[in-house]
Nanobody, 115 residues
Framework: VQLVESGGGLVQAGGSLRLSCAAF????????MGWYRQAPGKQRELVAT????????NYADSVKGRFTISRDNAVNTMYLQMNSLKPEDTAVYYC?????????WGQGTQVTVST
């Protein structure tokens, strides 16, 4: 499975960005999908997850009310709408996909929030 991420960049605090993660080449149905992030010197952490049908979402406390995860199963693409961004949101954001018994990671996209 190839995961192609896009949408990262530099934004001022209070601004918004939308990340996308498109999955290609899966022989299995794509089940749960999620976004993780890793800031310099820190461990990778969960940001948000969404179930296969999109009916259940889960968010880290630090992003609740500001970020929204969604997916379009017709095109095997997941999104992360990030609003009211803060400097502490600065990190490399990775998408993660479970397809059959396997998990896959995207290459990461940099999000930088300036003060």
């Amino acid at each position: 499975v190839q995961l192609v991420e896009s949408g990262g960049g530099l934004v001022q605090a209070g601004g918004s960005l939308r990340l996308s993660c498109a999955a290609f080449g899966s022989s299995f149905s794509i089940n749960s999908m999620g976004w993780y992030r890793q800031a310099p010197g820190k461990q990778r952490e969960l940001v948000a997850t969404i179930t296969s049908g999109g009916g259940t979402t889960n968010y880290a406390d630090s992003v609740k009310g500001r970020f929204t995860i969604s997916r379009d199963n017709a095109v095997n693409t997941m999104y992360l709408q990030m609003n009211s961004l803060k400097p502490e949101d600065t990190a490399v954001y990775y998408c993660n996909v479970k397809a059959g018994p396997f998990r896959y990671w995207g290459q990461g996209t940099q999000v930088t929030v300036s003060t």
